[in-house]
């Protein structure tokens, strides 16, 4: 298993920047693919950026894409996610997540397979 911890989330104004930064502790070599999820008050949780767990193929929905990057520091076993242009709608908790199972993106909010989740980080962009 794994812990995931986030950090670095708090409040910019729009158009700034944040880096997010989610500690992985555990078995880590195993991990087949991580990602950030985003959830706002009276939304669901959507995710924002997966990467496959050797860093490869980064993948970002397009409301978030030419922004947001996605990487990993595999010797600090760190995850992170460097948020550029913020937006107010951008505004939400933010969680890192992790899984073993051969699966990534979306399919981590709906698989039956167990799914790691940090504790969230707030993010506020305010206009």
């Known amino acids: 298993q794994v812990q995931l911890v986030e950090s670095g989330g708090g409040s910019v104004q729009a158009g700034g920047s944040l880096r997010l930064s989610c500690a992985v502790y555990g078995y880590t070599n195993s991990l087949y693919c991580m990602g950030w999820f985003r959830q706002a008050p009276g939304k669901e949780r959507e995710g924002v950026a997966y990467i496959y767990a050797g860093g490869t193929n980064p993948y970002y929905p397009d409301s978030v894409k030419g922004r947001f990057t996605i990487s990993q520091d595999n010797a600090k076993n760190t995850l992170y996610l460097q948020m550029d242009s913020l937006k107010p709608e951008d505004t939400a908790m933010y969680y890192c997540?992790?899984?073993?199972?051969?699966?990534?993106?979306?399919?981590?909010?709906?698989?039956?397979?167990?799914?790691?989740w940090g504790q969230g980080t707030q993010v506020t962009v305010s206009s």
């Open positions: 997540a992790a899984t073993y199972s051969p699966i990534c993106g979306a399919r981590l909010l709906a698989t039956m397979n167990p799914v790691f």
